[in-house]
């Protein structure tokens, strides 16, 4: 492997060996000629390299992410440029022989070139034009080069959602030979692969790349019991989450709190209504917004939906509490009134605005005369009084409650 390594890393540093043009051409011809490229010599050429030792041909690969063009959490899918370097053995020279030739670019189409698959791929473009060259090196190597546009398949698990991180798996695998014939190999190690990745990473959008691990791993066909060499790139990747935080949950979390300041509100029970109301229906403007990002997926629902739906209800909750008090504060106004025109004392003017403070209420109610009707009056505001304390009160504690349950499930 480390040889490899070697031989990958010097190219380009060729010996300064003089030679005239007139010999580097008549050496070039050798070459090509020494390599079986001239007649097209298809055992040279065309067959899978074999080497010493083994029967399978080894094959080199190693695969950069260079950038995360887009993910798709509705599609499930991870759209990458990748480069991937695949490398086979082949004849190598002696290159003194050869005016000092290290590298030797040959068309494409007169080699041998593994079948290596992507087998969570949905499309693969290349990135660039394909190259129709291969590069021979005198160790005895090919190495080809590619810019690759994957789009490849990922299950993605959205349950923590803005602060979710997801590892896709990229599969590299022949399509037509069997353990036996192909093997593959990582030439880097993910150390390696994972710092020279995150060197050449192009984009600084929404994700981050975390970690590339490589593991090898072995498919069987059912059928026929055969067995394909996998190499399988791990590729980690994290959301950065601080937009969708002040975007979609900030601003719900605000409605929440003037919910509960709205029980502050001192006025006219139909006031606290409708402005209760505007909170309910941003809210579902945001729901609508999500519903357009995140898939509906069986298994768990995400975090994210919990905190809309939990939130959405609770002020539809205090929306019904604030209905059911106004309706006995109108119940316990609708006595007063009664008893006011019946009864004409020098503490009328409290009656004007009846249902605001506990204490003009309680006043409505003072008169001396002790009768059924007044009882009644400050009964039910009184109960619309409590009820609306309790109400505040445990309101609060749920929203205590619920949020840090909530915080305690994202962060674990
Ligand atoms: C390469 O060729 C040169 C000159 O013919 C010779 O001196 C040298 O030993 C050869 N090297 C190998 C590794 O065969
Ligand atoms: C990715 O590959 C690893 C290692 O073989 C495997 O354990 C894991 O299940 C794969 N993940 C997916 C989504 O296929
Ligand atoms: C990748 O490798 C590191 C170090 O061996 C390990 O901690 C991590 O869990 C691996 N990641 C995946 C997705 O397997």
């Excluded at 791993?217 to 067995?227: H, N, P, R, S, V």
């Excluded at 606290?272 to 629902?301: E, H, R, W």
Aim: aromatic letters at 10%; charged letters at 20%.
């Amino acid at each position: 492997m480390y040889l490899i390594m070697l031989a990958l890393a010097s190219i380009g540093l060729s010996d300064a060996e003089a030679c005239s043009p007139e010999e580097y051409y008549q050496a070039n011809m050798a070459l090509s000629q020494y390599l079986g490229l001239d007649k097209n010599d298809n055992e040279k050429t065309k067959m899978r390299p074999l080497v010493y030792r083994s029967t399978a041909t080894p094959i080199y690969v190693d695969l950069y992410v260079s950038s995360i063009i887009n993910v798709d959490e509705k599609a499930q899918s991870l759209t990458t440029q990748v480069k991937m370097i695949t490398a086979w053995p082949k004849m190598r020279w002696n290159k003194t022989m050869f005016c000092g030739m290290e590298t030797f670019a040959a068309p494409k189409y007169l080699f041998w070139t593994p079948d290596i698959g992507i087998m969570e791929s949905i499309k693969t473009d290349f990135g660039t034009k394909e190259s129709p060259y291969v590069m021979l090196l005198s160790s005895g190597l090919v190495a080809s080069a590619d810019f690759l546009s994957l789009t490849t398949a990922c299950k993605m698990n959205l349950y923590r959602f803005p602060f979710d991180s997801h590892t896709c798996n990229i599969t590299l695998q022949s399509t037509a030979y069997s353990i036996h014939e192909i093997t593959i190999d990582e030439i880097t190690n993910a150390n390696g692969i994972t710092l020279k990745s995150k060197e050449i990473f192009q984009t600084q959008g929404e994700w981050e790349l975390i970690r590339i691990n490589v593991t090898k791993a072995i498919f069987t066909i059912i059928i026929e019991g055969l067995k394909m060499d996998q190499l399988i790139y791990q590729i980690t990747i994290k959301r950065r989450p601080l937009l969708y935080f002040i975007n979609f949950m900030l601003p719900v979390f605000l409605f929440l709190v003037l919910d509960v300041m709205s029980f502050c509100i001192d006025g006219r029970g139909t006031d606290k209504l409708s402005f209760k109301m505007t909170l309910l229906l941003a809210i579902s403007v945001f729901l609508l917004i999500l519903n357009d990002i995140l898939p509906s997926t069986a298994d768990q629902i995400p975090l994210i939906g919990i905190y809309y739906s939990v939130i959405f209800i609770l002020i539809g909750i205090s929306i019904l509490e604030t209905i059911l008090v106004n309706l006995l504060k109108a119940k316990g106004a609708e006595k007063r009134s009664v008893e006011t025109t019946a009864t004409v004392t020098d503490q009328d003017d409290s009656v004007s605005d009846l249902n605001e403070e506990p204490s003009s209420t309680l006043n409505c109610c003072a008169p001396v005369q002790q009768n059924q009707q007044e009882k009644t009056c400050l009964g039910w505001t009184r109960v619309a009084r409590i009820i609306d304390v309790i109400f505040l009160i445990l309101y609060i504690i749920t929203i205590i409650v619920f949020l840090s349950v909530l915080g305690k499930l994202w962060s674990s």
